[in-house]
């Protein structure tokens, strides 16, 4: 049955990893197979820079040559001087200068997933081409005619349907072939490219093995498989080897970064296994999420979301908050596209803890102003702690100031001032 492979910008960021995905590939060349990838190494962020300083008139030509140097450097290291890859490239280069001169006009948004998006074309180009020279027949696909969304641009809503249907016409399960993709990309229903939002690749693998009913996803990472806490926090985490989907979706949901929080629905609404495993370590087994109910070990899970605001919303005539409250709140909310991480009320003061972003206090103050007063604290971390005990509570909070907390049987949460 086919599978689907998923290897980020770690897995791809120097000729060394390269060669490492091709070994990676060839162990598993008795399947079909589908790659997802990521644009190379710190790619993504660069582009980004790129196209905020082409919209604002800015020069953005030291960093664009710093990326068009970084992937040949690559190309050099992984190709002989003839292979095609290299004028495919520099066509590459050539049409991104081209966007980044004569798109410029439209909105950010749209300019910015236009511009960004090259960094998965790019990479898969090169995948597409080196597993080729290596011998590995494979065929390139390409995601925006694949993944249709309903826009917006850089966080773009997946149509299941035409997408599904897109890539069955695309890829034939059955068959014993390779087939490289972009994560990350998409198109709305006008054919402009969209992004899934940073990070989005994960997603866009569980899309593929969704739609393909895929007999497992694996999602190669830097690390050993899902672990209890972020190893740039605290090295000596605990590695789970198993885990339930619903496990993983509040994990990532509450900001662990090692997987998209839109990953694990789709896998699990088709019984689908994720296994996350260390690119380093091929053999190990990693972690597996599946729908085993079983979760090992049955270690504390900690999680600090950062950038977190905390408002208060003090109702101006001095009367309970009531539901009709809560009612233009939640619609406040809602209109303005924000997402509330941790909330809570009492007789007179409605609390919510919100990703910050520029213009959440005017946005909320404009619409909420007239009724509420509204305070707001910032620079403040969301810490999730999940089958904790006191002492887990003690150690985590340590020399911090606790906000605002929440607890239930299986998971407590805390606001926190740095
Ligand atoms: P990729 O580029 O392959 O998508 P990411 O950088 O997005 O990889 O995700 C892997 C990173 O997630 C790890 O390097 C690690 O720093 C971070 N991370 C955060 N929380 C966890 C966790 N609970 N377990 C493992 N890794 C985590
Ligand atoms: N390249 C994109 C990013 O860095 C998508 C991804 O890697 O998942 O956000
Ligand atoms: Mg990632």
């Known amino acids: 049955m086919i599978k689907v492979y998923k290897f980020g910008g770690a897995s791809v960021r120097d000729d060394v990893s390269f060669r490492q995905v091709e070994r990676i590939i060839r162990d598993a060349s008795s399947s079909p197979l589908v790659i997802v990838l990521s644009a190379m190494g710190k790619t993504t962020n660069a582009l980004e820079l790129v196209a905020s300083a082409a919209h604002n008139e800015a020069d953005y030509s030291e960093t664009l040559q710093g990326l068009r140097t970084y992937h040949l450097n690559i190309l050099n290291a992984l190709f002989p001087r003839q292979n095609e890859v290299f004028a495919q490239f520099e066509q590459a280069i050539v049409s991104l200068h081209a966007t980044l001169n004569t798109s410029r006009e439209l909105p950010y948004a749209a300019f910015y997933d236009r511009v960004v998006s090259y960094g998965e074309k790019i990479s898969t180009l090169i995948l597409h081409q080196y597993l080729a020279h290596r011998g590995l027949p494979n065929t390139l696909l390409d995601a925006a005619q694949l993944v249709v969304t309903d826009g917006p641009f850089r966080k773009a809503v997946v149509d299941w349907e035409v997408t599904k249907r897109n890539i069955l016409n695309c890829i034939e399960p059955a068959q014993l072939a390779l087939w490289v993709v972009a994560g990350f990309i998409g198109s709305d229903k006008q054919g402009h490219t969209v992004t899934l939002g940073r990070e989005g690749s994960d997603f866009s693998a569980a899309i593929f093995a969704s739609a393909l009913d895929a007999s497992e ?84 899970s900690i999680i600090r979301k950062k950038d977190q605001i905390l408002l208060t919303l003090i109702p101006k005539d001095m009367s309970f908050i009531s539901e009709g409250h809560v009612h233009s709140i939640m619609g406040a909310l809602c209109d303005l596209g924000l997402h509330i991480n941790l909330m809570q009320s009492s007789a007179l003061h409605f609390s919510l803890c919100l990703d910050n972003g520029t213009g959440i206090v005017d946005g909320l103050g404009e619409r909420l102003g007239p009724t509420f007063h509204i305070r707001y604290n910032e620079h403040l971390t969301l810490l999730t702690l999940r089958r904790f005990s006191e002492e887990d509570i003690q150690l985590h909070t340590r020399g911090q100031e606790v906000v605002m907390e929440q607890r239930s049987r299986i998971m407590y949460q805390a606001v926190l001032k740095d």
Not at 245 to 261: D, Q, T
Request: charged letters at 25%.
């Open 217 to 300: 996803l694996t999602i190669w990472k830097d690390v050993p498989g899902v672990l209890n806490v972020d190893p740039n926090e605290l090295k000596a985490g605990v590695k789970f080897d198993k885990m339930p989907y619903n496990e993983a979706v509040e994990l990532s949901f509450y900001g662990a970064k090692v997987i998209h929080p839109n990953t694990i629905k789709p896998l699990e609404n088709r019984n689908i296994p994720l296994f996350v495993r260390p690119f380093s370590d091929p053999a190990a087994r990693g972690t597996l999420i599946s729908s085993d109910p079983e979760l090992h070990p049955l270690a504390c």
